[in-house]
C-alpha cells in the first residue's frame, strides 16, 4: 500500500507539472516557459529529497543557540556559516566587518504584582533590548495602564509621575496578514519607554507583541531617541497572560503596586561581520543580486524562525543551483546580515561598500517571516518591472499557489533601495510567527523541516528566474 501511495503521489506531481506546462503553451515564448517549468521542478525535487537547510539550522540553534548581537554566539554563527558556504565550492566567501553594539541581559529579571503588602504573584516578564536597568534593589511603584501615546498624554505629569506605565495595547487579532497587527502595536514598544520617561514615569511594562495568551515574554528592540542618559527609565515586556492579570488586578484594585528588577546594560560596540558567499556571473559579472536573511538573534531563544530559517534558505539557494548545474548569467550573493534585530547595521554597511565600491545590484531577495510554509513573494519595484514579475505566477502553480504581489522587500535590503533595484521579500504563512518572535518559544522544534525546504525552494526559483529573465531598462525609482 505504501509503494502504491509513493506511485500515485509521484503520478499526481507529474500530472500537476503537465497542467502547468499546458497552461504555458498558450503564453508566448512558451519553450523557454516550458524549460523554466522543469528547471523549477528539478529545484524542488533537489530541495525536498537532498536539502541541507534543516541540519544547517539544527547546528545554528541546537549547538550554537541565540546570536544577539556583538556576543560569542554569534561570532560562532559567523564562522560556522562561512565554513559551510566555502564547502559548496562557490567562486568567493569572505566577511564584511561592521562594528555593531552589544548589549547584555545579565541575569534572568523578576517581577510581581502586589495587591496588598505580603501578598504578590509572579509574572513573567523580559528585559527590552536596549534598555537600562533597574536599580539594583529593583523597582517598586504604583501602575498606569494606557493603550496609547495620546491616552498617556491625557493623563500627564500629574497622572504619570513616580508610577510604571503599563502600555497594554493588544495586536489585533481581526487582521488577517498579522504583520499588521504587529505593526499596530510594536510602537509601545519601541518607543514607549521615551514617551512616558518624559512625564516622570519611574519604568515601563509593555504588552508582549503575541497574538496567543501565553507566558512567555516577547523581547524587541527599544529606543530613548534622544533622551538624556539620566532620564532613561527601564523598560519590560510581560507575557501576554501576565498583561491580562496585570489589566484585571488593576480594575479591581487601582492601588496595587508593581515591582520588577533586570541587570542588563549597554556596552562598548564590538567588530562583527556580515558573512558573503558568491557565484559570479557568466554574462553580466558587473550586476549583483542577492538572496539573504540576519544572523542575529535575540537571546531568549534560538533565534530558529527569526531568522536562522532566512539564512540558511539563502544559503540553500546558492546551494540547489550548484547542484542543478544552473550557470547564472548575474553575479549571485548569499548574505548573512548582521545586527538586524538592534541596530541593522549590516544592511546598512553591506549598502555603503556597495556604493563605495561602486556595484550594480538588480534585485534582492530577504527572508525574515519565518520558516513556515511559503505563501509567495512581495515586490517593492517600477510598475514594468512588476508587470514582467507577474508572468511567472502560472510557473509556482505546482507550488502551493504562490502569490506574486505588490509590497516591501525586508529591513536589511532596505539600504540598497536607493539603487532602484527590484526589492523581494519572502512571504510565509504568518498565522504561527508571533507565537514564537522574539521569545524563548523560537526553538529549532518549531520548525518544521518540509516547510523550511518549501521556502528554500521557492526562494531559489526566484531567483533563478529573475537571473535568467534579467530587468533590464525595467528598475530604477520611477512608478514605485
Known amino acids: 500500500m505504501k509503494n502504491w501511495n509513493i506511485k500515485m503521489n509521484m503520478k499526481f506531481g507529474k500530472l500537476a507539472v503537465a497542467l502547468a506546462l499546458l497552461a504555458l503553451a498558450w503564453i508566448p515564448g512558451a519553450q523557454a516557459q516550458q524549460d523554466d517549468a522543469e528547471m523549477i521542478r528539478r529545484i524542488y525535487d533537489l530541495a525536498l529529497t537532498e ?9 545554528l540553534t541546537n549547538q550554537i543557540g541565540g546570536r544577539l548581537s556583538g556576543s560569542v554566539q554569534a561570532q560562532q554563527a559567523v564562522d560556522y556559516t562561512r565554513k559551510e558556504m566555502e564547502a559548496l565550492g562557490l567562486d568567493r566567501v569572505w566577511l564584511q566587518p561592521v562594528m555593531v553594539p552589544k548589549w547584555v541581559r545579565g541575569t534572568p529579571e523578576f517581577a510581581y504584582i502586589e495587591s496588598t503588602p505580603g501578598h504578590t504573584n509572579n509574572v513573567p516578564i523580559c528585559a527590552l533590548g536596549g534598555s537600562v536597568a533597574t536599580p539594583p534593589a529593583g523597582i517598586k511603584a504604583p501602575v498606569v495602564e ?34 499588521q497587527a504587529y505593526g499596530g502595536s510594536v510602537n509601545q514598544r519601541h518607543g514607549g519607554a521615551a514617551e512616558a520617561a518624559r512625564y516622570g ?5 509593555v504588552r508582549s507583541m503575541n497574538l496567543r495568551l501565553d507566558d512567555h515574554p516577547h523581547t524587541g528592540s527599544m529606543s530613548y531617541g534622544d533622551l538624556p542618559a539620566d532620564q532613561q527609565i527601564p523598560a519590560a515586556a510581560i507575557s501576554t497572560n501576565g498583561a491580562e ?3 484585571t488586578t488593576l480594575k479591581l484594585n487601582p ?44 537571546d531568549l531563544g534560538s533565534g530558529a524562525h527569526d531568522d536562522g530559517a532566512g539564512c540558511v534558505q539563502s544559503m540553500e539557494v546558492l546551494r540547489l543551483l550548484v ?20 541596530g541593522l547595521r549590516g544592511g546598512t554597511k553591506y549598502a555603503e561598500e556597495a556604493q563605495k565600491n561602486r556595484e550594480t545590484h538588480v534585485f534582492a531577495l530577504e527572508s525574515d517571516s519565518g520558516g513556515f510554509t511559503p505563501r509567495g513573494f512581495t515586490f517593492d519595484c517600477t510598475d514594468a518591472a512588476f508587470s514582467k514579475i507577474s508572468q511567472w505566477e502560472p510557473l509556482f502553480m505546482p507550488y502551493l499557489d504562490l502569490q506574486l504581489s505588490r509590497g516591501g522587500g525586508g529591513a536589511d535590503i532596505g539600504p540598497l533601495k536607493p539603487q532602484g533595484l527590484i526589492l523581494a521579500g519572502m512571504r510565509p504563512d504568518s498565522q504561527r510567527y508571533f507565537d514564537y518572535h522574539h521569545a524563548e518559544t523560537d526553538t529549532f522544534d518549531a520548525v518544521n523541516r518540509r516547510e523550511l525546504e518549501l521556502g528554500a525552494a521557492a526562494m531559489t526559483s526566484l531567483i533563478y528566474l529573475a537571473d535568467k529573465t534579467g530587468f533590464d531598462g525595467l528598475t530604477g525609482t520611477q512608478g514605485r
Open 146 to 179: 494606557v493603550r496609547s501615546f495620546e491616552e498617556l498624554a491625557d493623563l500627564g505629569r500629574e497622572g504619570v509621575a513616580g508610577k510604571i506605565v503599563f502600555f497594554n495595547r493588544p495586536m489585533d487579532p481581526t487582521l488577517i496578514h498579522t504583520f
Open 201 to 205: 514615569a519611574v519604568g515601563v511594562i
Open 51 to 59: 536539502g541541507k537547510a534543516y541540519d544547517w539550522l539544527s547546528h
Open 245 to 247: 492579570l496585570l489589566s
Open 255 to 298: 492601588d496595587i503596586q508593581f515591582y520588577f528588577k533586570q541587570n542588563c546594560r549597554q556596552m562598548e560596540e564590538v567588530l562583527s561581520y556580515n558573512v558573503i558567499g558568491e557565484i559570479k556571473g557568466s554574462e553580466h559579472p558587473e550586476e549583483y543580486m542577492v538572496v539573504g536573511g540576519h544572523l542575529d538573534s535575540w
Open 323 to 342: 547542484k542543478a548545474g544552473y550557470k547564472p548569467r548575474h553575479t549571485l550573493r548569499a548574505v548573512m546580515f548582521m545586527n538586524e534585530e538592534n
